[in-house]
DNA sequence: TCGGGATTAATTGTATCCAAAGTCAATCAT
DNA sequence: ATGATTGACTTTGGATACAATTAATCCCGA
């Protein structure tokens, strides 16, 4: 089924095994290849990614410590099934953070950024006006990476924010879906460009924490199918 | 010099000397046992802990993740020794989160917190008085801890401020050595109290990000002698 | 048939082993 | 004398072996 990380033979590209397993098992639960609470066992692990123990059992464990796997009541671990409030929390310090980051953008982006976000946009539009949501998803995510680019120099505030974002992102494979979200995602970011335009911090923090709000009802609803507020700040 | 984790004939207590080596190393790390850049091969830190090299590596693989010893050019890792900029960094996130966990504290704490917090101060500034610096340091951390403790349904941005706060106090062992640092400290805490019963969420959040600011300067003034501003929000 | 106890199977914890990769030093050639 | 090449030694990566612990099954008795 799956192809086997460990060749060998052939000269590796001198990435370790390690290293590969960890990606790869993350990746795969970043992106919803295993049920939630589903148990995973060290050794069957190892025979489908045709390794050893030894680097599946590290990964497990650094993966329980970023909170994306959890260990089981008996043994082994499963994929974290968030709650309704862990995802909620997840997505109010996301707001914090990236609120925060973009009150620090605002002060330092520059022309020629402003127009590439503005081309992104475009793109966005364009793709929503055919209906291609899977694009408009695709050039949303760029928009927020360009925006992340400009705080590169901050790595750690980064690594969080990416970090969040990726973890939550698993959940919302099919949020934007629905034209609702694409829409208003689309706003919002048009938003975010009049603000950053305007170079006011405050109203630059206020309009991201209102557009990652969006994204969390968004969520919300298309998870649990009901949205019970909790403001924005 | 150090006793060995396991003693492999004792029933020990369930707690497997794989978290055991973890949570010793990082003691370790946090409170400044090993000089930043020095190297800590496998071996020698297995053989000291009296454990094999397997729990030590997994110890040291988690640590990376959480950037507490960085890979050698070489082979093997050290504790890693931040950079101005990134201790820095460090006080602008928890600027930013321990801002935002006042702010949605002072809208849910009671009046026995208060008094409880009252209290602590008062110890504190008691020891001032007597010139127990470190009496001081010891109610400034309870007196955050008490904080944090409202706000323990939100484990992760709990997680966060605490992991931050931990990262960040193996540099300031002694900062509040300086009656300066322990003075402001107190004072701050004395605002922390006042916008706290005054309710008011905006306040609370622009005192305790300034709490954290001044907590800045004197650290890195401590620890590289004088400050570049960058200014709280 | 149900429950309890014991034996067996499964799985993780820890240690050790072997191989690969790299460092260091010494020696040899220029 | 200096620089390169080689060989030994150190250290890590990955696999495996073995022990310990827990779960599952089966058998026997009530």
């Given at each position: 089924m799956k192809k086997p990380l460990?060749?060998?033979?052939?000269?590796?590209?001198?990435?370790s095994v390690r290293e590969k397993t960890y990606e790869f098992l993350k990746a795969q639960m970043l992106s919803g290849q295993f049920r939630p609470g589903e148990r995973l066992t060290e050794e069957s692990l190892a025979a489908e990614l045709g390794v050893s123990r030894t680097p599946i059992r590290e990964a497990l464990h650094k993966l329980e410590l970023e909170g994306l796997v959890r260990p089981l009541e008996t043994r082994g671990f499963c994929v974290s099934q968030d709650s309704r409030e862990e995802i909620d929390e997840i997505f109010e310090i996301r707001t914090i953070l990236e609120g925060y980051a973009l009150r620090y953008v605002c002060k330092n982006i520059g022309k020629d950024t402003l127009k590439k976000l503005d081309a992104i946009i475009e793109k966005s539009e364009k793709a929503y006006q055919v209906q291609k949501i899977d694009a408009v998803f695709k050039y949303n995510t760029q928009f927020h990476d360009t925006l992340h680019g400009l705080i590169s120099h901050k790595p750690r505030l980064l690594g969080l924010i990416v970090d969040l974002r990726q973890y939550i992102l698993r959940y919302r494979?099919?949020?934007?879906?629905h034209i609702h979200g694409a829409r208003r995602s689309i706003d919002g970011h048009l938003k975010i460009m009049m603000a950053l335009r305007l170079g006011d911090p405050d109203l630059c923090e206020r309009i991201m924490r209102e557009h990652i709000h969006e994204a969390r009802e968004d969520a919300l609803f298309s998870l649990f199918g009901k949205i019970k507020d909790g403001g924005v700040s």
């Open positions: 460990a060749s060998k033979k052939s000269k590796n590209n001198s990435v494979k099919d949020t934007l879906q």
